[in-house]
């Protein structure tokens, strides 16, 4: 069972931190490395003090990979800093310190420090706070840090490491297309300019033979070694679990604590990034870490809450943060499995208005009975609640909106009470997520 994140409401000096963060540049997502490169310069280059470091970009998996590889490392018994993005409930999750989530003094602290460094010049808000959460784990002392890209690869702010030990490239499908181009290729390339002079990079199982040779040419030019799942490792389904297999190892471990088909890809990516480590990881910490994973709204279980106790017994309720094609793949994989022993399924969904959801959509389709639509609350760029509900019903869903997520579910309950036991799935977005487990407390 994962655990959802407490809800614990942030200091006023911090919430006061970030709101001044969130006014230093008008514009939300603006890509480029000059600004946290100036920023970095005046703290004092931070970037060049971190410790042993795995950069991971892509558009599908990166969160669950990056928590894998944590589990691992964590198990064997390092310290592991942790960059994501974004949060779900409080900021501090975006910031793990040797094993913890960085306190809300000490964040106010480290962001004021980065504040009066930046003098008041233009910078994004993903980027000042990328730039405070680097000067943290420069100062904390740790084994390893595993560094998410925020967007893309070759302008995200976190593209100012020179010489991570492994860079990982996890499934690459159509998001963001606005900022990072229209076509797989594109965005491929986008991805791959987090790949180094003469650094490792493992790529994961990719849609495309289109994308894996970006990859291919990308390390060529840089002479860097890559390992190309299904040409270098591997990864397969087995009666207890899944095989990993590599040049010099095979492993028959038992399946991952995240829930998905999709996740064996992902431990198998972290497993292949392991022999790069400076330190050695083995079997039983690779078992132990399968086991211990916890990654928030990747078909999280929700079992104790309000929203789990407005449906009748015996139904479950599942929550998803995928927003893309990719996701809804993977999502209908599972609920094909799901349907397997005749449980209706119904959704409450919402989503961004710069996502597709059509492409995430017709995926889940065949396998719905019927879905309650809401907008994302907070979110200016949600897409309404009759406008998700017109695209549910394009995709062949039989759907309608409600007022809010609790009214969703207390309409599809009310709805389903007296029938067979059904599933409950929450999904479209991280945000839509975010509100989720905070209200569920």
Known sequence: ????????????????????????????????????????????????????????????????????????????????????????????????????????????????????????????????TTAAALLAFARVPADLLILEVGLGGRLDATNVIDAPVVSLLTRISLDHTQFLGPTLVEIAGEKAG?????????????????????????????????????????????????????????????????????????????????????????????????????????????????????????WDLFLDGGHNDSAGEVLAAQLARWAADGRPLDLVFGMLGSKRPLDFLHPLAPHVRRLRAVSIPGEPNSVTADDAAGFARAAGIDASAAEDVDRAVAELAALGRGGPAARLLICGSLYLAGTVLARNG
Do not use: C
């Not at 310069?41 to 990056?66: F, I």
């Not at 990516?269 to 079997?283: K, R, V």
């Open 1 to 128: 069972m994962i655990k959802a994140p407490p809800l614990v409401p942030a200091s006023p000096r911090l919430e006061a931190a970030l709101d001044r963060m969130r006014r230093l540049h008008p514009v939300v997502i603006d890509l480029s490395l000059g600004r946290i490169e100036r920023l970095l310069a005046a703290l004092g280059h931070p970037e060049r003090r971190l410790p042993p470091t795995v950069h991971v970009a892509g558009t599908n998996g990166k969160g669950s990979t990056v928590a894998f590889l944590r589990a691992f490392a964590e198990a064997a018994g390092h310290r592991v800093h942790v960059y994501t993005s974004p949060h779900l409930v409080r900021f501090n999750e975006r910031i793990r310190l040797a094993g913890s989530l960085i306190g809300d003094d000490d964040l106010a602290d480290i962001l004021e420090e980065v504040e009066q460094a930046n003098g008041g010049e233009p910078i994004t808000f993903f980027e000042v």
């Open 194 to 314: 987090i790949v180094k002079q003469g650094r490792p990079a493992i790529a994961g199982p990719q849609a495309e033979g289109l994308v894996e040779q970006v990859f291919i040419d990308r390390a060529a030019a840089l002479a860097a070694p890559l390992s190309l799942h299904g040409r270098d490792w591997s990864v397969a389904p087995t009666a207890t679990g899944f095989r990993f297999h590599d040049a010099t190892r095979t492993l028959d471990l038992p399946p991952p604590g995240l829930m998905g088909a999709h996740q064996v890809h992902n431990a198998g990516l972290a497993i292949a990034a392991t022999a790069h480590l400076p330190f050695p990881i083995g079997e039983d910490a690779i078992r132990h870490g399968l086991d211990s994973v916890e990654w928030p709204a990747r078909l999280q279980r929700l079992t104790r809450g309000s929203l789990p106790d407005m449906l009748p017994a015996g």
